[in-house]
C-alpha cells in the first residue's frame, strides 16, 4: 500500500470510499498509553476497561514492552480500544511485528456485564526463556514510556521509507544508540 511518495502511515490512515470494517483490540502494554497509539494511528480511538481471562502478562528480559501468554487461572487488565478501522489495524500489526500473533480472544468490560470479541497480540514463543514475572504498567510509564515514544515516532518516520526496518529492528537500534533509559533485563 505505498504512495508514489512513499507516505505509508497516511496511505494506511486514510478512510476507503468502500465500507469497513471496524474492530475492537484488546491492549495491555505500551499501547495502553494514549501517547504511543496518537503517535501510531494519529488519533486516540474511544476505549473501555477490560480483563483478558486465562492470559499471563510477562516482562521480556532485555525489552521494556509486555508479552501475554495464555495461563489458567490468571488475567490480565487492559483497555479494549473501538472503532479501529482495517487500515488503523494494519498499522497495529506491522507495529506489534514477527514477535506478536494477532489473535481473536473474549475479554470481560469492567464497566458492565459484557463480553466482547477482541483482536489481541499473543507472544508467538511460548517457551521463550527470556519472560519472567509480571509486567508493570505504571513503572513503565515512569521509567521508559518518554523514550518508548521516541522510539515509536522514529518507527512511523521509518515506515514511510521505501524500504523500512521492522518494529524490533527499529526497537533494538533506538536503544542501542544510547537512550537514556535502556531495556530492563
Known amino acids: 500500500m505505498w504512495t508514489e511518495s512513499g507516505d505509508y502511515i497516511q496511505e494506511m490512515a486514510m478512510a476507503s470510499s468502500a465500507p469497513q470494517n471496524l474492530h475492537a483490540v484488546f491492549v495491555y502494554g505500551s499501547l495502553l498509553a494514549d ?3 496518537a503517535v501510531l494511528l494519529n488519533r486516540v480511538p474511544q476505549s473501555s476497561a477490560a480483563v483478558l481471562h486465562n ?3 510477562f ?3 532485555g525489552r521494556v514492552y509486555p508479552a501475554i501468554l495464555p495461563v489458567e487461572n490468571k488475567k490480565v487488565t487492559g483497555r479494549v480500544l473501538l472503532g479501529v478501522t482495517d487500515p488503523e489495524l494494519n498499522i497495529l500489526d506491522t ?4 514477535e506478536y500473533d494477532r489473535r481473536t ?3 470481560s468490560l469492567m464497566d458492565g456485564p459484557e463480553k466482547l470479541q ?4 499473543v507472544w508467538r514463543n511460548s517457551n521463550d526463556t527470556n519472560l519472567y514475572g509480571d509486567w508493570d504498567f505504571e513503572q513503565w510509564k515512569g521509567v521508559h514510556m518518554e523514550n518508548f515514544v521516541k522510539m515509536t ?3 512511523v518516520e521509518e515506515l514511510e521509507l521505501p524500504e523500512s526496518m521492522p518494529r524490533v529492528t527499529t526497537y533494538e537500534t533506538f536503544f542501542q544508540q544510547g537512550s537514556d533509559n535502556p531495556p530492563m533485563s
Not at 477482541?118 to 497480540?121: G, Q
Open 95 to 98: 507495529f506489534e511485528d514477527v
Open 105 to 107: 480472544v473474549e475479554v
Open 55 to 57: 492470559f499471563h502478562r
Open 118 to 121: 477482541a483482536k489481541t497480540y
Open 59 to 61: 516482562s521480556i528480559k
Open 153 to 155: 515516532m522514529s518507527f
Open 35 to 37: 501517547e504511543v497509539v
